[in-house]
């Protein structure tokens, strides 16, 4: 139980263009999705946490424009790379966490980011 | 403000032998407490948290920890090391997750 699906895994684009990251809870519903970032040989660094039906908060020194999150419903949160640059290319990793606070995150595996 | 500190980067384990890992935390209350691990190019899967009771926890692929209070520390173990173990290892604490800067673990045969 509890797997979280995110799609892409990989994706290469040309500088300029916008990138949709998919984060699904198969089977259970996430009432919070976190989005992280990370870069080689580093931890996770959290960027925004978004419940379900609310705006995003994100994390100090992230760029909300440029990071669009929508967390549309309880199984579905997206990240959009807007106007995507080189320096944006990284490993983006999202979570998702069921009601209660002693509920554990639950990874989706990740997309490999590259921009050209 | 809550915080992990793992001490060690990188730690080397021949195959068959047993492996801890160290992770030390900060936070105000009792805490919740996870362990992960990533492989290369990968997500984190979660092999054991704590959240109250008792103190030694079981995870999956036989791995295990320990929360002791009075040290801040909740060191993960597995009595013998296999190949496929070798992959990069997170500790976190807390509802909203601080993790540690991990701990790469090589096997070797």
């Known amino acids: 139980g509890a797997v979280v699906s995110q799609h892409p895994s990989w994706v290469i684009c040309k500088s300029g263009t916008s990138v949709k990251i998919e984060c699904r809870s198969l089977?259970?519903?996430?009432?919070?999705m976190f989005w992280y970032r990370q870069f080689p040989k580093q931890s996770l660094m959290l960027m925004a946490t978004?419940?379900?039906?609310?705006?995003?908060?994100?994390e100090q020194g992230v760029e909300k424009d440029k990071f669009l999150i929508n967390h549309a419903s309880l199984t579905l949160s997206t990240l959009t790379v807007t106007s995507a640059h080189p320096e944006d290319s990284s490993f983006y990793i999202c979570?998702?966490?069921?009601?209660?606070?002693?509920?554990?995150?639950?990874f989706g595996d990740g997309t490999r980011l590259s921009i050209l | 403000a809550q915080s992990v500190t793992q001490p060690d980067i990188h730690i080397t384990v021949s195959e068959g032998a047993s492996l801890e890992l160290r992770c030390n935390y900060s936070?105000?209350?009792?805490?919740?407490l996870f362990w992960y691990v990533q492989s290369p190019g990968q997500g984190l899967q979660l092999l054991l948290k704590?959240?109250?009771?008792?103190?030694l926890v079981q995870g999956i692929k036989g791995f295990e920890a320990e929360f002791k209070r009075s040290q801040s520390s909740f060191n993960l173990r597995k009595p013998s090391v296999h190949w496929s173990d070798a992959a990069e290892y997170f500790c976190?604490?807390?509802?909203?997750?601080?993790f540690g800067a991990g701990t790469t673990v090589t096997v070797r045969a």
């Open positions: 979570s998702a966490k069921g009601t209660g606070s002693n509920q554990p995150q639950h």
């Open positions: 936070y105000g209350a009792t805490p919740y």
């Open positions: 704590y959240f109250s009771g008792d103190t």
């Open positions: 976190a604490v807390g509802v909203w997750l601080s």
């Open positions: 089977d259970f519903q996430a009432t919070t």
């Open positions: 978004s419940n379900e039906g609310s705006k995003a908060t994100y």
